[in-house]
């Protein structure tokens, strides 16, 4: 990939006019803005990267996009390279993976550049308000040149390296992509006033220090609810939004199905291979859980080896329909872990004992449901296990 990235810098820099003085100057006050933000933010995010265990969205598109836009091919990339050198000390990630990201950034840079271009942007000094409308479609579909760029390059990297990827891990979450979003947007506000403002840009560089600590602060909010091993809900965010779907159901005066899943001999993985196998069993479970659910169901981790789904709107038919899809699918796993030496291994056959309560027939209230759920779980495992049961109707 860093070598056909070779062919994209050097199509961008072929069409590259050589930088006028002006140009130097625009780059100088994104510069200065930049490190401005990272100088002021190096803690916050040197914290923000070591919580982030999958895709990590950096703010720096702030100054990066406005670049690809208002500079030559030959800057914008000169911009990159300055911001990542000084990212290089807050980032502390190997120096290969550090590389790579830093080439996906100036690739997205150079190629948005040169798509930018080719279109004939206007100045935006005598645009007029036909002229307005034109321009901001061009910086529409620059913008998704631009982030196309590193979703290609680095999220296909991903994908390709991952033994069971997720839309998560490779491309990030919704709460990610809208953080992208929002950063080459405010891009675009910098490099107007880059153009017709200048002394303006100080405004941004408050505004990044500012966001920077949003990102952080949704960052921990996100923490609180989310189990650590998994990346799914744990108890607390998992009990919170059931408690609302649940009173949605209420209302509308639709069924809902709780099923708790319960891996069956889960400690033999431990003693056999070690915790850090069974971390992985634990992480490659919970991608199956969420790739067989519906975008609407809740799934959580109980503790344990146990795992929580909601899925609202569902009768019995359907939930015993979405319990046996769930199994099987647990059933067919082959998890890729190491053994207790370090050595590679395979953890496959493993099975699950999977209970079913409904509302209203089991319980009318969540602690109800969880503990006809549980009765169910013991009674599937009692009957030999791998297999799904119906919590009984209470008298």
């Known amino acids: ?46 914290r923000r990267r070591n919580r982030t265990k999958t895709v990590l969205i950096d703010l720096t598109a702030v100054w990066v996009f406005p670049a690809t836009l208002v500079l030559p ?7 990159v390279v300055v911001i990542r050198i000084q990212r290089w000390f807050a980032a502390r990630r190997p120096a290969h993976n550090f590389i790579y990201s830093s080439l996906a950034h100036g690739l997205a840079a150079a190629l948005a550049n040169l798509c930018y271009t080719a279109m004939g942007p206007q100045d935006w000094i005598t645009l007029t308000a036909t002229g307005s409308l034109r321009e901001f479609g061009l910086i529409l579909i620059t913008a998704l040149v631009y982030e196309g760029v590193q979703v290609l ?13 997720t839309v998560r891990t490779v491309l ?12 080459t947007g405010l891009g675009a506000v910098t490099a107007v006033l880059v153009v ?16 920077n600590r949003l990102a952080e602060l949704d960052q921990l909010q996100d923490a609180v609810v989310t189990d650590p091993k998994t990346g799914l809900l744990n108890m607390r965010g998992w009990t919170e939004s059931a408690e609302r779907a649940l009173n949605r159901v209420r209302r509308s005066g639709n069924a809902l199905a709780v ?9 033999q993985i431990n003693d056999t291979f070690g915790h850090p196998a069974g971390d992985d069993v634990l992480a490659a479970v919970a991608n199956a859980l969420s790739s067989v659910t519906r975008p609407a169901d809740l799934v959580g981790r109980f503790g344990g080896e146990e795992f929580l789904l909601l899925l609202p709107n569902a009768d019995a038919a359907a939930a015993e329909l979405a319990a046996e899809r769930v199994r099987t699918t647990i059933a067919a796993l082959r998890i890729p872990t190491t053994d207790k030496r370090g050595a590679q291994a395979t953890i496959s056959g493993r099975t699950a004992s999977i ?33 799904i049961s119906f919590a009984p109707v209470p008298h």
Do not use: C
């Open 73 to 79: 091919a030959t800057l914008a990339v000169l911009l």
């Open 1 to 46: 990939m860093e070598a056909l990235s070779v062919a994209g810098f050097a199509a961008a820099f072929a069409h590259s006019p050589l930088p006028t003085g002006s140009d130097w100057l625009e780059f100088a006050i994104l510069a200065a803005g930049a490190t401005a933000h990272m100088q002021l933010t190096r803690r916050q995010e040197e």
């Open 355 to 387: 209970g079913i309560a409904m509302f209203p027939r089991h319980a009318d209230d969540l602690d109800g449901l969880l503990q006809a759920a549980d009765t169910a779980v013991y009674d599937a495992k009692e009957a030999g296990r791998n297999r």
């Open 196 to 211: 017709t403002m200048p002394p303006a840009v100080i405004v941004m560089a408050v505004v990044t220090v500012v966001f």
């Open 172 to 183: 990030g979450s919704k709460a990610d992509n809208l953080l992208e979003a929002i950063t």
């Open 153 to 165: 390059y680095v999220g296909g990297i991903l994908a390709l390296g991952s033994p069971s990827p």
């Open 259 to 267: 099923l708790m899943v319960d891996l069956d001999h889960f400690k």
